[in-house]
């Protein structure tokens, strides 16, 4: 038996969550569906999908999507609500935290860190709106950071982007709440991830972050998704409007 919560309230909801194939998004996905939930992804990498899929068995989807081309994301949500049946869950969960310092930042490259690190949020947001009104409600989670708090170096249009997201999540959930949706914004710290130990995580900047943090362990992905399932559950329905930090302590 699992020590941590199932939420009965997650069983046959359909979840839609973007960058799922890899990192955080695929245990999201793998979350979720273990609550019993239908769950819908996308991602750029075909072949991590494909074997995401592989593994999940039953009651999942998965498109190829590059969730820049804003008429691809809304096709991709539109076809996972005709598979699966109305989206009443959004994890906008997709980011790419590639570094430069702003003096050698173009334009091109500014546009470029939005337009992955914040379009789609709107973007997927603004699609599942009318059918989580039409359902009744529904539940937007987005993935924001502490670096929106902390401003490190070279990563401008990163820390841009999520300082945004969580002004979009305060708006949305004040403009949609009275359609009973729900929408909160959910930072991580440092979660370790094969992405993050291949580029970043090198033993000696774990040891400066764990000289910051309260609670000296590593945050692991699982950390961020039991999080996001009890934003998604009934169990948080008064729960909107927020920035949820998990950070072991770091902010």
């Not at 498109?63 to 809304?74: E, G, M, N, S, W």
């Not at 334009?107 to 359902?135: C, H, T």
């Not at 709440?177 to 774990?206: C, F, H, M, Y």
Request: aromatic residues 6%; neutral net charge.
């Amino acid at each position: 038996m699992s020590r941590y919560a199932s939420y009965p309230s997650l069983k046959d909801k359909v979840v839609f969550i973007t960058g799922g194939a890899s990192g955080i998004g695929a245990t999201f996905v793998t979350s979720f569906h273990d609550q019993g939930s239908k769950v819908a992804f996308v991602d750029l990498k075909q072949s991590d999908g494909d074997a995401l899929m592989r593994k999940l068995g039953g009651n999942a989807w998965f498109k190829q999507c590059d969730v820049t081309d804003a008429k691809a994301l809304q096709g991709a949500i539109g076809a996972a609500a005709q598979a699966l049946g109305p989206i009443t869950v959004l994890i906008n969960n997709v980011a790419n935290d590639t570094r430069q310092t702003t003096a050698e930042m173009t334009p091109e490259a500014w546009r470029k860190d939005l337009a992955v690190n914040l379009d789609p949020v709107f973007i997927g947001s603004d699609a599942v709106y009318p059918m989580m009104k039409q359902a009744g409600g529904g539940v937007i989670i987005n993935l924001s950071s502490i670096n929106a708090i902390l401003g490190p170096e070279r990563l401008a249009g990163y820390v841009a982007a999520k300082g945004a997201i969580n002004s979009l999540s305060k708006t949305l959930a004040r403009e949609w709440g009275v359609d009973k949706i729900r929408v909160n914004a959910l930072s991580p710290g440092w979660v370790v991830t094969p992405r993050q130990l291949e580029l970043w995580l090198t033993p000696e900047a774990e040891a400066e972050w764990m000289k910051l943090v309260a609670l000296k362990e590593r945050i692991m992905p699982e950390d961020i998704a039991r999080l996001a399932l009890f934003l998604a559950s009934d169990d948080s329905r008064m729960i909107t409007g927020q920035n949820l930090i998990i950070d072991g302590g770091r902010t």
